[in-house]
């Protein structure tokens, strides 16, 4: 970690990519992408739409609904994931790989584990890990990434500990049956997972989101019940979140950047049963840049944002470049989102770096 008696006035970074990104279809799709494609070059598609994306045939279509959002003028590719269900046939890996190989531009790269019931639009993923054995071994034969939302879904478990109980009663055996199957652990949110990561070998890594980087559960609750605040895994204590900026700004390549940026309307999440999800496109790379600037590590950034994602995926780095100025401004109160309106993660509040070259 360093430190700097003179604050940087501008940054330049290789342009970022977002290892964890939920896009959405239709009109949501349509409003969210343009925020997206300016400040990353590429990101990986969460897969739980309704119905969820359980095949290449759809993770190709989704590709091309995705590519057509995009503002004319910008780079930006999609980086397509299936939706593990107890169900999936194996062939589906090989199809995946296929079309990799084959160098067509839409890309399956990873499979994503939900286990039922853990958050929102999981309802069809794995009820149980021995179900999905095949599909592991032909992902471990391939190396194709595993992600996993890793929170246990048992009521009886607290919120609060889904996270910790997972890595003891799933994670730990499924690294221990496949050695060689590579797996990110989706935002992080626990001590115990930065550590847990941060031993378990070259091929175990974790995306960290900005919000879980900047905010301990106080957020949620501080002067009224906040459910712009609210996500899963949840935002946790204090000792958390420092564990997890330690992760980030240490340079340990086996973290990268995921926003989990998540929309919802805002009529969504503020209701009754608000939706789990923090929207954070509209100014991710700034809101990391605050965080990583608050412990003196802005020269850790790029290694977090730029590099470790695509060294671990095995994707070349980017080429481009995004230069960050120190300028405030304000985030719009919010967005439009089709019919209804969405609210970003710090609506109204004044951020103090700005993507200047959304190249
Ligand atoms: O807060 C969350 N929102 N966590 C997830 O895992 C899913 C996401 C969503 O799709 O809204
Ligand atoms: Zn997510």
Redesign the pocket.
């Known amino acids: 970690m360093t430190t700097s008696s003179t604050p940087a006035s501008q940054l330049t970074l290789t342009r970022p990519d977002d290892w964890h990104l939920?896009l959405r279809d239709g009109e949501a799709l349509q409003a969210v992408v343009p925020h997206t494609a300016a400040q990353f070059a590429r990101a990986i598609v969460?897969p739980?739409l309704r119905p969820p994306v359980t095949t290449v045939q759809q993770a190709l279509a989704y590709a091309q609904r995705v590519r057509a959002a995009v503002p004319p003028g910008a780079d930006f590719e999609p980086l397509m994931t299936l939706y593990l269900t107890d169900n999936l046939d194996p062939e589906e890996i090989r199809r995946a790989q296929a079309n990799r190989e084959g160098g067509a531009p839409a890309q399956v790269v990873a499979v994503k584990l939900y286990p039922a019931g853990a958050?929102?639009?999981s309802d069809a993923g794995v009820t149980d890990l021995r179900k999905i054995w095949p599909v592991l071994e032909a992902m471990q034969r391939s190396g194709m990434p595993l992600l996993v939302?890793g929170e246990v879904t048992s009521p009886d478990i607290d919120l609060f500990d889904r996270e910790a109980a997972f890595i003891d009663t799933h994670l730990t055996g499924l690294r221990r049956d496949f050695p060689d199957l590579r797996i990110v652990m989706e935002h992080i949110t626990t001590r115990e997972a930065a550590q847990y990561v941060r031993q378990a070998g070259p091929n175990t890594a974790a995306t960290i989101t900005a919000h879980h980087l900047l905010y301990n559960r106080n957020a949620i609750f501080t002067g009224g019940i906040c459910p712009h605040y609210y996500?899963?895994p949840v935002l946790k204590r204090e000792t958390h979140r420092l564990a997890l900026v330690e992760a980030a700004t240490s340079g340990d390549p086996h973290f990268f950047l995921g926003t989990?940026s998540?929309p919802?309307a805002t009529h969504l999440k503020e209701h009754a049963q608000g939706?789990?999800?923090?929207y954070t496109a509209h100014a991710a790379i700034e809101m990391y840049a605050e965080a990583f600037e608050a412990v003196g590590a802005l020269d850790r950034l790029e290694g977090f944002a730029s590099h470790h994602g695509p060294d671990f995926y095995r994707l070349p780095r980017n080429t481009g470049r995004i230069t960050l100025q120190r300028q405030a401004w304000q985030v719009p109160g919010d967005y439009a989102f089709g019919q209804a309106r969405l609210t970003p993660l710090r609506a109204g509040q004044t951020l103090p770096w700005k993507l200047a070259t959304p190249v």
């Open positions: 939920h969460m739980n958050t929102t639009n939302h996500c899963l989990d998540a919802h939706c789990a999800g923090c």
